[in-house]
C-alpha cells in the first residue's frame, strides 16, 4: 500500500517508523516531513495546511490510505477533502476535529453530557471578561478558544496577570481570531495524565498512559513548552482510575460526540487531571499528541495500519490492540534558547546505531548535511523492563547525539521514579 503521512515533526516521524513495520505498507510520503524523515519516507515539500495539494498530490500518486496527524489540516477539513476523492483516512472530519478547535465547543460538550471537568464560564466581550475576573478565584486559567500552536492557555497566578492574559488574547490578538472567544476557568491540582485513545466512533481503546514535562528547564522551572520529554505508563495511572475513566470520560465522550452528529474516528487525546475529586478532562485533542506519541507507539505490538484502517472501517472492536507492559522514556533535545528565540542550521550528527531510537522534529537536508530548524530538534526515546532503565538509555543515547547549541533537560522521568516510591 503506498500511504500518505501529513505533517512533518517527531509525532510524524513516530507513526512513519511504526508503519515502517507493517508487512502492508510498500511506500510512505511525509507531506511535507524533514530532513531527519527523509531517512525513513519520500519528503514532499507540500504543507501540511494545503489541502488542495495534498488531495491533488494523493490522487496523482495512487495513495491507499492517508494519515493526518496535526491538528491544523484535520480542523480544516482535510480528511473530509480526501474522503471525497475517495481515499480513506485516519483522522476525524472537521465536524468532530472541533472538539480541539474549539475549548467553547468542547467545555459546553463536557457539561451537556456530565462528563467531568473544570468549572468554567465563556467570554466574547473583554469588558465582561475583566469585571467577572474582579470575582473570580485565584490562580485561574484562560484559555483562548481556537488552535493556538499548544500556547494559547495562561495560568494566572494574581488577578492582574489574568487580566493581562484577556487583554492579550481578546485586545492585541496574539492568537488572532483564536481569541475572540475565550474561556475562564477553575484551576485544578493533581497530577497530570495523557491518555491517547483509538476510537472508530463506537469503540474506545485507551493506548499507554503518558507522562509530560511541559517547562523548559529542570525540576519543572521556566517557560511553557510544546514538551521536553515523556514516559510511560504514567505511574498516577491506575487501573482503578483508569476504570472510572472509560466509565466517566472516554466512553462518554464517544458518544456525546455520536449524539450531536459529530462520530469521531482517529484519535482522541484526553488530556486528564486527577484531582481530589476524581478524574477530570483538562483538554482533548483530536489527534496523536506531540511528544507522548514518541513514548506510546514504542510500545505497541500490534500493526499500526491495521489498527488505523480499523478506526476508519468501523471494526475496531475485533481488532488487537496490544501493547507492551514494559517502560518508555522519551527525551526532547531542542535548541538553547526554545520557546522563545534560538538560532539554527547547526549540523547534526546522530550515530547509526541508535537511528532507530530517534525521531527527528526540527531539522533539514542541506547538501547531504543534517541541519538543525526548529525549536525542538528531536526525540530520543529508549524501551526498557523498568523505567529507571529506560530513562538512562535515552540519556546515554543523548550523549551521542551532537549539534551546536543543544539544549534538554536532565530530569526526564525523575517525578514518575519518585511517584513510584510513594
Do not use: W
Not at 53 to 71: C, G, L
Not at 147 to 160: M, N, S
Not at 169 to 183: A, E, L, P
Not at 291 to 297: A, F, R
Amino acid at each position: 500500500m503506498n500511504i500518505l503521512v501529513v505533517g512533518g515533526g517527531g509525532r510524524e516521524h513516530a507513526l512513519i517508523k511504526k508503519l515502517k513495520q507493517s508487512e502492508k505498507v510498500t511506500k510512505i510520503y511525509a507531506l511535507p516531513g524533514n530532513g531527519g524523515i527523509a531517512a525513513d519516507a519520500e519528503c514532499v515539500d507540500i504543507g501540511a495546511k494545503d489541502i488542495p495539494a495534498i488531495v491533488d498530490f494523493a490522487v496523482n500518486n495512487s495513495i491507499d490510505y492517508a494519515v493526518v496527524a496535526p491538528d491544523d489540516p484535520l480542523v480544516l477539513g482535510a480528511v473530509d477533502a480526501l474522503e471525497e476523492k475517495g481515499i480513506p483516512c485516519f483522522g476525524p472530519r472537521a465536524n468532530a476535529a472541533i472538539i480541539e478547535g474549539s475549548k467553547v465547543f468542547s467545555k459546553n460538550l463536557m457539561k451537556k453530557y456530565g462528563i467531568p471537568t473544570a468549572e468554567y464560564e465563556v467570554f466574547d466581550d473583554m469588558d465582561a471578561a475583566l469585571k467577572y475576573l474582579e470575582t473570580a478565584p485565584i490562580p485561574t486559567v484562560i484559555k483562548a478558544d481556537g488552535l493556538a500552536l499548544g500556547k494559547g492557555v495562561i495560568i494566572a497566578q494574581t488577578r492582574d496577570e489574568a487580566k493581562d492574559a484577556v487583554r492579550s488574547m481578546m485586545q492585541d490578538k496574539v492568537f488572532g481570531k483564536s481569541g475572540d472567544h475565550i474561556v475562564i476557568e477553575e484551576f485544578l491540582t493533581g497530577p497530570e495524565v495523557s491518555v491517547l485513545s483509538f476510537t472508530d466512533g463506537k469503540t474506545v481503546v485507551p493506548m499507554i498512559s503518558s507522562m509530560d514535562h511541559k517547562r523548559a528547564g529542570d525540576n519543572d522551572t521556566g517557560l511553557n513548552t510544546g514538551g521536553m520529554g515523556t514516559v510511560a505508563p504514567n505511574p498516577y495511572y491506575t487501573e482503578d482510575i483508569a476504570k472510572v475513566c472509560m466509565e466517566k470520560i472516554f466512553r462518554p465522550t464517544v458518544d456525546a460526540m455520536n449524539a450531536e452528529g459529530r462520530s469521531f474516528k482517529g484519535c482522541l487525546y484526553f488530556g486528564l487531571m486527577l484531582t481530589p475529586k476524581g478524574p477530570k478532562v483538562i483538554e482533548y485533542n483530536c489527534r496523536f499528541g506531540d511528544p507522548e506519541t514518541q513514548v506510546v507507539l514504542p510500545l505497541l505490538e500490534s500493526d499500526l495500519l491495521t489498527i488505523m484502517q480499523a478506526t476508519t472501517n468501523g471494526t475496531l472492536a475485533g481488532t488487537e490492540v496490544k501493547f507492551s507492559s514494559k517502560n518508555a522514556c522519551c527525551v526532547i533535545m531542542a535548541s538553547e534558547g526554545y520557546p522563545t528565540s534560538y538560532e539554527k542550521g547547526y549540523e547534526m550528527t546522530v550515530p547509526d546505531d541508535i537511528a532507530d531510537s530517534v525521531y527527528v522534529a526540527g531539522a533539514t537536508l542541506k547538501n547531504g548535511k543534517l541541519l538543525t530548524n526548529g525549536g525542538r530538534v528531536l526525540g530520543v526515546t529508549s524501551v526498557a523492563d523498568t523505567l529507571e532503565d529506560a530513562i538512562k538509555l535515552s540519556y546515554g543515547k543523548v550523549e551521542k547525539i551532537k549539534f551546536g547549541n543543544a539544549y534538554y533537560r536532565h530530569d526526564i522521568g525523575k517525578r514518575a521514579l519518585e511517584a513510584y516510591k510513594e
